[in-house]
């Protein structure tokens, strides 16, 4: 388990002009104590911004599928041949081959994460197209008692490493179950908005906004318990053992 806020993450430049600042990235044997390389199948977690009035140049990648999530603000997305405002709760995947631009067209920063998931060793295919989908488009489930859970997308979106993207909220003062997972998935928490105590294995962590939670492994098991009076938004993905 490691808890990881991109805060604590050097910051780079990916598509010319977004601002970019990895939380998490794969395991890597040539450099073992790398910070946050600690996924099995993910290659890449990180938290991104765009400036005000500023565009991303064109860019494609032949080697990898990647997933957006708009944390906060409003843009354009341009991909293949769609063209589409985006605004927070929206995720997009950008399959492979696919030249895409984001313009921030606001006086106010434009928030949002990158999933990155490269096609060696991957068990499904890419998409085809862009997709994207608000999570509030999606029913809402329950789980783990007191998880409530709007899927983003999932294998059937066509995914290639991932299995799920999620936005799980969890409302005030509410204890979801403890359960545990072992050491050969990935299973992330970005906490978005409110704050909780997660208790993974025998740590204890106040996770907070901008704080990220690799819970794989976690034995006995892991909760994030809400003991405040606000609710608490996060962003979920995971890769489960299948």
């Not at 990898?64 to 605004?87: C, M, N, P, S, T």
């Not at 403890?178 to 998935?185: I, K, S």
């Amino acid at each position: 388990m490691e808890m990881r806020s991109w805060l604590q993450s050097p910051s780079s430049l990916t598509h010319g002009n977004i601002i970019k600042r990895e939380i998490f990235s794969k395991k890597d044997s040539d450099d073992p104590h790398k910070p946050g390389a600690i996924l099995n199948y993910i290659d890449s977690f990180s938290r991104c911004y765009l400036e005000s009035r500023i565009a991303s140049i064109p860019t494609s990648f032949d080697d990898r599928q990647l997933i957006f999530y708009i944390v906060d603000g409003a843009g354009i997305f341009e991909g293949g041949d769609l063209k589409q405002a985006v605004r927070e709760g929206d995720g997009i995947i950008v399959p492979p081959e696919t030249t895409h631009i984001l313009t921030n067209e606001a006086d106010t920063p434009l928030e949002f994460l990158i999933l990155e998931e490269t096609l060696a060793d991957a068990e499904g295919a890419p998409r085809d197209d862009v997709l994207i989908r608000n999570y509030r488009e999606r029913p809402l489930g329950q789980g783990h008692w007191t998880h409530l859970v709007h899927p983003i997308f999932g294998s059937d979106d066509g995914l290639v490493k991932l299995h799920s993207v999620l936005m799980v909220t969890i409302d005030a003062m509410q204890t979801p179950d403890t359960h545990g997972h072992a050491d050969n998935m990935d299973e992330v928490w970005y906490m978005l908005e409110g704050n909780g105590i997660h208790v993974v294995s025998q740590n204890v962590y106040r996770q907070r906004p901008g704080d990220a939670a690799s819970v794989a492994p976690s034995n006995p098991g892991h909760t994030l318990i809400n003991d405040t009076d606000q609710p608490l938004k996060t962003f979920y993905f995971a890769r489960y053992t299948r």
